[in-house]
């Protein structure tokens, strides 16, 4: 069941790896190939058109990636105490908002622990000017094996 739920996510998202700049560092992805999710399967790509908010000078929010983890939402609330971030809409519409008009109309900077790259599993937060601040063998799972020792599921179904 974790498997299918996993292609769901990437099916009704806009989850691009190799054009993405949390490629590397993103826990879907890195998920994925721990499942031995690796090529297009049964479902059909959703990719519902979100809005993207560039309104604020240093931070951008790609909803389009989102899992509605609620990291931002818990971290905005809970440590930060802005409540920046809600969920706005019902089933497939459902997002991840703004608690306000735009980005640019809320309070949150640099250094909220909401917008801190660890927080948001998939990179829909993203810092201007900080894309891909990671080469290519330098990253999270370049460094640190995706599956921690634990083979995907085609090769512990051959052992």
């Known amino acids: 069941y974790r498997r299918d739920l996993v292609r769901m996510l990437y099916h009704e998202?806009?989850?691009?790896?190799?054009?993405?700049?949390?490629?590397?560092r993103c826990e879907l992805q890195a998920m994925g190939y721990r499942l031995g999710i690796t090529q297009a399967t049964k479902y059909p790509y959703l990719?519902?058109?979100?809005?993207?908010?560039?309104?604020?000078?240093?931070?951008?929010?790609?909803?389009?990636?989102?899992?509605?983890?609620?990291?931002?939402?818990?971290?905005?609330?809970?440590?930060?105490k802005k409540h920046v971030f809600e969920y706005v809409g019902r089933g497939i519409r459902k997002r991840v908002g703004v608690n306000g008009y735009n980005l640019a109309d809320t309070d949150i900077a640099l250094s909220d622990r909401a917008i801190d790259?660890?927080?948001?599993?998939?990179?829909?937060?993203?810092?201007?000017?900080?894309?891909?601040?990671?080469?290519?063998?330098?990253?999270?799972?370049?460094?640190?094996?995706?599956?921690?020792?634990?083979?995907?599921?085609?090769?512990?179904?051959?052992?």
């Open 13 to 24: 998202g806009n989850h691009l790896c190799p054009i993405c700049e949390a490629s590397g």
């Open 47 to 80: 990719q519902p058109v979100r809005p993207v908010d560039a309104s604020h000078p240093d931070i951008v929010l790609d909803t389009n990636r989102c899992i509605l983890c609620g990291r931002c939402i818990r971290a905005s609330r809970d440590i930060d």
């Open 117 to 159: 790259l660890a927080t948001c599993p998939v990179g829909c937060i993203i810092q201007k000017g900080r894309g891909f601040f990671a080469p290519i063998g330098e990253r999270q799972f370049d460094k640190r094996p995706i599956t921690l020792g634990i083979l995907p599921v085609k090769e512990r179904s051959e052992q």
